[in-house]
């Protein structure tokens, strides 16, 4: 079992930035890889990005390519989700996944692949 919480979301302006947590505890968490998905009102919740368990292989949705960067510190437990440029469109609940490892991107962009999840953090961006 894998907990996972989330913090540092908030009310922005458009081009403000902003960097999310995801702290994780019980099983190893450096064994996981870690993405971070998002859902706006009214909408499917979304892959944003991933990062592979060492750091050494990440994805992103080509919507925040550019803008976000995520990295993880293993020794800290924790994910992190770096935004910046935010823009209105961005507004949405995010949250952070564990997943194993070896999957395909495919995969890793789908949010059934990700075993345990946090509670989510809101993020509201203002034009």
């Known amino acids: 079992q894998v907990q996972l919480i989330e913090s540092g979301g908030g009310l922005v302006q458009a081009g403000d930035s902003l960097r999310l947590s995801c702290v994780g505890s019980?099983?190893?968490?450096?064994?996981?890889?870690m993405g971070w998905f998002r859902q706006a009102p009214g909408k499917d919740r979304e892959f944003v990005t991933f990062?592979?368990?060492?750091?050494?292989?990440?994805e992103y949705a080509d919507s925040v390519k550019g803008r976000f960067i995520i990295s993880r510190d293993n020794a800290k437990n924790t994910v992190y989700l770096q935004m910046n440029s935010l823009k209105p469109e961005d507004t949405a609940v995010y949250y952070c996944?564990?997943?194993?490892?070896?999957?395909?991107?495919?995969?890793?962009?789908?949010?059934?692949?990700?075993?345990?999840w946090g509670q989510g953090t809101q993020v509201t961006v203002s034009s």
């Open positions: 019980g099983r190893t968490f450096s064994g996981y890889a």
């Open positions: 990062i592979s368990w060492g750091g050494g292989r990440t």
């Open positions: 996944a564990a997943a194993g490892n070896g999957y395909s991107s495919i995969m890793y962009r789908t949010p059934n692949t990700y075993a345990y």
